[in-house]
């Protein structure tokens, strides 16, 4: 069964985001804290296919929750919810590794069609790790494995996020064209999502930090300026 786990410290948000799930057909386990919620994680032995997690909370908030799940778990799916007016909050949240964000308030369908196209990128991810023909994927100083979701740098690991991963695999596909941020946005997040398109380029952001040299000066995934980004790695191979 489909299986989420809720961290929300207001008991009547928490008992709307439930009560929506359960009836879409999911198994919510939910917290009423952060420490609660790490705590659930671990009973239950990090069986989970998306967590989502309120931001503002008392002891351990839900940036701290997401880090901490992140490093355990680089194939959960992850959703913040976010209040209105903090921007910065869904900036924050994507960078520490969250997928996606909700923001309060929101509507039972928003929620559920939120979750429901995260949940089905998990499992996409899953079943191609499971199945998957072709082992790796080289590309520059690169090799990403496609079993394991896992990115080499000259032999070098570097940790990635489900949707990194996935955005990865775009690049590694289609070397040197540039990628459209609707593109990226649909092969990655589905074109059934109703979010905006600069969860891409935050993700961007996120990746050039794990892979670039120079984050701020890129050589790798480079920005066509009006369109996108694409992946330049082919001709770029350092002396080993």
Not at 174 to 194: M, Q
Not at 202 to 231: A, F, H, Q
Request: proline content about 2%; hydrophobic content about 40%; charged content about 30%.
């Amino acid at each position: 069964m489909k299986k989420i786990l809720v961290c929300e410290d207001e008991a009547v948000i928490r008992d709307f985001v439930v009560i929506n799930l359960t009836r879409a057909g999911y198994n919510v386990v939910e917290a009423n804290c952060g420490e609660d919620a790490l705590k659930k994680y671990e009973e239950h032995g990090g069986d989970f296919d998306v967590a989502i997690l309120d931001i503002m909370m008392p002891g351990i908030d839900g940036f701290t929750v997401c880090k901490e799940l992140r490093s355990r778990n680089g194939g959960i799916g992850i959703i913040m919810l976010t209040a209105k007016t903090q921007e910065m909050d869904k900036v924050t949240g994507l960078m520490l590794g969250a997928d996606d964000y909700v923001t309060k308030p929101f509507s039972p369908s928003e929620l559920v069609a939120r979750v429901d196209s995260l949940h089905r990128r998990v499992m996409l991810a899953q079943e191609r790790n499971k199945t998957s023909y072709k082992e790796e994927l080289e590309s520059g100083d690169f090799i990403l494995n496609l079993r394991n979701r896992a990115l080499l740098k000259n032999g070098k690991m570097i940790e990635l996020t489900q949707v990194e991963f996935q955005i990865m695999e775009y690049f590694f596909s289609n070397p040197g064209v540039a990628l459209d941020r609707t593109d990226i946005l649909n092969h990655v997040w589905g074109e059934a999502y109703v979010g905006e398109e600069k969860i891409v380029d935050v993700n961007i952001r996120r990746l050039r930090m794990k892979i670039e040299d120079e984050p701020s000066n890129p050589k790798y995934i480079v920005t066509v300026w009006g369109l996108g980004y694409k992946w330049d790695a082919e001709n770029k191979r350092s002396s080993r």
